[in-house]
Antibody
Framework: EVQLVESGGGLVKPGSSLKLSCVAS????????MHWIRQAPKKGLEWIAL????????YYADSVKGRFTISRDNSKNTLYLEMNSLRSEDTAMYYC???????WGQGVMVTVSS | DVVMTQTPVSLSLAIGQPASISCKSS???????????LNWILQRPGQSPKRLIY???KLYSEVPDRFSGSGSETEFTLKISRVEAEDLGVYYC?????????FGSGTKLEIK
């Protein structure tokens, strides 16, 4: 059974940093690209980052470019999202998903507020 | 970016009624591979999204056959032949043909 389990969220102040993790199981993690997708409260879904299976390419939405960094450790079956200079508009549920976005984690909440 | 427009915004249907959701894209979703990466997901209340349909009309194995998808190029439809209680939630179309991935704004299905 495929499982994606996010962690690392919380309440932080504007300008702060946070690092999310997503542990994968049930599939060959090192063979698949991975996404981070977020959903602001009561809003729709926004893709924010993609990393290739071998970390050779990384892509970001304009809204997070230069502030967020996606990475992975295939030896640990883990995907990361390092978030710097957080803003109130980054408040959202953050989901990791596999390259086809056919499997999603349960999500982790990030709240940016003073 | 490709804009995905879903209608209606919401649906309120009784058990057993059919449902139809439209999704239109601002560009053709037919890729150079000849495949169309238009997909549907369902987000039930308080849950993360779950997969329903990929490449316009292919159901994932766990999805009941009362669901169907159709369409081409820029116009797509998700249909439920007979709504059941477990079908409530928000339905999103999303495209993976053009980078970046983009999602429709969602259609909320309520059960009367």
């Amino acid at each position: 059974e495929v499982q994606l389990v996010e962690s690392g969220g919380g309440l932080v102040k504007p300008g702060s940093s946070l690092k999310l993790s997503c542990v994968a199981s049930g599939f060959t993690f090192s063979s698949y690209g991975m996404h981070w997708i977020r959903q602001a409260p009561k809003k729709g879904l926004e893709w924010i980052a993609l990393i290739y299976y071998d970390s050779s390419n990384k892509y970001y939405a304009d809204s997070v470019k230069g502030r967020f960094t996606i990475s992975r450790d295939n030896s640990k079956n883990t995907l990361y999202l390092e978030m710097n200079s957080l803003r109130s508009e980054d408040t959202a549920m953050y989901y990791c998903a596999n390259s086809g976005a056919d499997y999603w984690g349960q999500g982790v909440m990030v709240t940016v507020s003073s | 970016d490709v804009v995905m427009t879903q209608t209606p915004v919401s649906l309120s249907l009784a058990i057993g009624q059919p449902a139809s959701i439209s999704c239109k894209s601002s560009q053709s979703l037919l890729g150079t591979s000849g495949k169309t990466f238009l997909n549907w997901i369902l987000q039930r209340p308080g849950q993360s999204p779950k997969r329903l349909i990929y490449q316009v009309s292919k159901l994932y194995s766990e999805v009941p056959d009362r669901f169907s998808g159709s369409g081409s190029e820029t116009e797509f439809t998700l249909k439920i032949s007979r709504v059941e209680a477990e079908d409530l939630g928000v339905y999103y179309c999303w495209q993976g043909t053009h980078f970046p991935l983009t999602f429709g704004s969602g259609t909320k299905l309520e059960i009367k």
